[in-house]
């Protein structure tokens, strides 16, 4: 933020950073990355979604012993059971006041202190609506880089600007991810809070509604989040309340509004097909690697052998790397 802008700090929109937390073990590294930020004007939402252990007082004092001058404001949340993704997002907007709000999972963190510097400036230099940009995606630990999400492809879809080929390239697949999308308070102020026919899944529908009512979604070419694998929609995880909103979304938001309903039918029973598998896979390499036995390893290679290769692979560069730190 420049000089001038800070001596104009009454200019500078109140901004909201959003946090749902359930069963998270790593919430404390996502509430330093937010209390590190650089942008003046932060309120901070945290939402816990019915954790087995959460306590107010420990978290509040966190960030209390942590905050700058340009925490505004912080209120934490606690659902008194699960509700899953999409009320909790909800009961989170609800409670919030800023003009553009940031998602921030309780198990990922800012790629940098001044991503919302430069976030902001992009939405008002832009007048966007929606806006996503790079998520950096870790292993589980965050330490090994592994990619960058939305692919090549899908940028240049985003980068034309154009709402209905958005959408239809969305019905696809997604890749607009909550964990790197933010939004102004002025798209729900049109299109109201996140469909809650869906428990799991709150970024999917509303990014293919409003895309197919003609807003574009902005895309900002920088890294914002570090990602950090083994949620629900990981392809090694099997969640039937995902895969269930995964259908419905299918039904509800693609196929009635598509103008290609044979080839997006067809891809999404691929996509399920490959799914179950590759769920199949994880199953049988963790068992593999709980229990080392030899015998898995060519099984895996023979029925699995491209996935195999990549878990391989990052498999012995961890255990490489853990022999470099512990000699």
Known sequence: MTDKEKNHNFDIPLITVITLSYNSEFLFESIKSVLNQTYPKIEYVIVDDGSKYFEVDEVSAF??????????????????????TVKASNIAIVHSTGEFLFNLAADDVFYDIRVLEGWVRE??????????????????????????????????????ENANQIFEQLCYANFIYGCCTARSRKVFD???????????????????????????????????????QGGISSPGNFNK???????????????????????????????????????????????????????????????????TLRALKRYFVSRKDDCVKNP
């Open 63 to 84: 960030i209390n012993q942590h905050k700058q001058k340009n925490l505004l404001d912080y209120k934490v949340i606690v659902n008194p059971k699960n509700m899953g």
């Open 123 to 160: 939405f008002i230099k832009r007048e966007s609506l929606v806006m996503t940009a790079q998520s950096a995606v870790y292993d589980s630990t965050l330490t090994y880089f592994q990619k960058v999400l939305p692919e090549k492809k899908e940028v240049l879809v985003l980068k034309s």
């Open 190 to 228: 049109s299109f109201g809070l996140y469909d809650e026919k869906y428990k799991l899944i709150e970024d999917y529908p509303f990014a293919l509604n409003i895309s197919r009512h003609g807003v574009s979604i902005d895309y900002w070419n920088m890294p914002v989040i570090r990602y950090r």
């Open 241 to 307: 309340v995902y895969e269930d909103d995964s259908d419905l979304i299918f039904k509800n938001e693609i196929l009635p509004y598509t103008k290609h309903k044979f080839k997006v039918t067809a891809n999404y029973k691929i996509w399920k097909m490959n799914r179950k598998e590759n769920i199949r896979f994880y199953k049988y390499y963790s068992y593999w690697k709980n229990t080392n036995k030899v015998w898995m390893l060519p099984f895996l290679g023979f029925r699995y052998p491209i996935p």
